[in-house]
């Protein structure tokens, strides 16, 4: 904020704590080798000393490429001020993308461009009325609340989320989030059922019970119900920039609730049937090698496993 009100056209970078992150990587290797005595990564030192000694260079130079600071310039025109305050009244402005720590800067200009780009693409339709006329967002609202679906459900959020732009470094390029906030857990439990349960706050969460289980402020979800709400969920995502609604027509939305859930199933499908695959050809050999190996979202980490190239080549 005290940047902002400066009029400075750059926010500067979050200083990195380089001790903080080699400490870190170190205590993950501790871990990593503590489950696994045998660990071997390609082109690293397999002494213990020699690791740390290793982590602390490549930590360091890495950093040395990130701690470049942008140029900051005054913006003292009313032109420029004005955008300024468009721009943070509308966006979600953020000193570091998803890995934490990662310096970053956010011009607002480009902000301002990028943004309209990215709601007029194929990904994003204008909510429009039967005069073609762009639907405001309390009419959306409105809209939504009327659905039976949502009826049931009381939801206490009668606002839209704005759109939330994050310049990545590592990738140079702009990571536009719909909305990051409410998570939904999910848990795996056999024999229990999901039941959304009213809290003392009037708030409904999402909670596994067991299949008996009877409350006057608890709601079974079952399967076609939980099936239903997630396709009305992903072809109802809208987002506001400014007094206009655009709802994502293509693909589900970046930083939503419920996308994580769905990449982790889509995935797991493909996972799957590889891994089953195997099993039925009777590659256990292979099998073997996917003994400590773990993914988040489409990040896989395989340790061990000097084939696993082999298993991406399309060929």
């Not at 709601?119 to 609340?145: G, Y």
Request: with cysteine.
């Amino acid at each position: 904020m005290a940047v902002i009100e400066k009029g400075l056209n750059h926010i500067t970078p979050k200083p990195l704590q380089t001790a903080k992150i080699i400490a870190e990587i170190c205590e993950a290797w501790d871990q990593i080798a503590g489950v696994i005595p045998d660990v071997y990564i390609c082109n690293w030192p397999s002494n213990e000393v020699a690791v740390k000694q290793h982590i602390n260079y490549q930590v360091r130079i890495a950093l040395q490429n990130c701690q470049i600071t942008p140029t900051v310039g005054v913006m003292t025109t009313p032109k420029a001020q004005w955008q300024l305050e468009w721009v943070h009244k509308h966006l979600y402005i953020s000193g570091a993308d998803k890995v934490a720590n990662t310096p970053t800067f956010f011009f607002i200009m480009l902000a301002h461009r990028e943004a309209l780009v990215r709601m007029n693409s194929e990904d994003f339709s204008l909510a429009v009325s039967n005069n073609n006329v762009s639907k405001a967002p309390e009419k959306v609202v409105k809209q939504l609340l009327g659905n039976p679906l949502l009826q049931e459900l009381s939801p206490q959020q009668l606002d839209l989320p704005y759109l939330m732009g994050i310049y990545i470094v590592h990738k140079n390029k702009m990571c536009w989030l719909t909305n990051a906030d409410g998570s939904f857990v999910h848990q795996n439990h056999f024999q229990k059922d999901l039941f959304l349960i009213q809290k003392k706050n009037n708030n409904l969460e999402a909670e596994w019970k067991p299949l008996h289980h009877s409350s006057v402020k608890a709601t079974r979800m079952d399967p076609t119900k939980v099936i239903e709400l997630n396709n009305f969920i992903n072809r109802n995502t809208y987002v506001r920039l400014g007094n206009r609604v655009w709802r994502q027509v293509r693909g589900i939305p970046m930083g939503f609730s419920c996308s994580p859930l769905w990449c982790k199933l889509y995935l797991f499908y493909f996972k799957y049937n590889f891994l089953t695959q195997l099993a039925c050809l009777g590659q256990y050999d292979l099998l073997c090698l996917f003994e400590h190996i773990s993914k988040y979202m489409d990040d896989l980490v395989s340790m061990n496993n000097l084939m696993i190239l082999h298993f991406f080549d399309p060929d």
